[in-house]
């Protein structure tokens, strides 16, 4: 069945990250997938995680910074990185901010995200 997404809602976020999600839990009730917008400000970075789900990001403008076992991958716009679930991993934007597209599967949840204290 077809269904329209008319607007996003806004996960509150520290640091001054804003998620925008159209498709998962949150929005539209879908576990399945999740699909956010994100823009995160220069200096953001957020806590290392050991997500539960694979994550399909695209750069749209600015890059994101990705720590990971294997070193550290900056990622900038017109690219895109994929995480794969139980890869622990850090994010964080470069010096002009960020503003990317996260895709998630399953769906993105607080609790399968696995983010340390």
Known sequence: ???K????TRIPVPGGKTIDEYVG???SGDGRVSIAHMTAPAGWEEPAQTPEFAEYTLVLRGSV???HDGGTTEVGAG???VCEPGERIRYSSGPEGAEYVAVCLP???P???NREE
């Open 1 to 3: 069945m077809v269904r």
């Open 79 to 81: 690219q895109a990185f």
């Open 5 to 8: 997404i008319d607007s996003a």
């Open 65 to 67: 910074i990705v720590e």
């Open 25 to 27: 839990l949150v929005n």
């Open 107 to 109: 769906a993105f949840s």
């Open 111 to 113: 609790e399968t995200a």
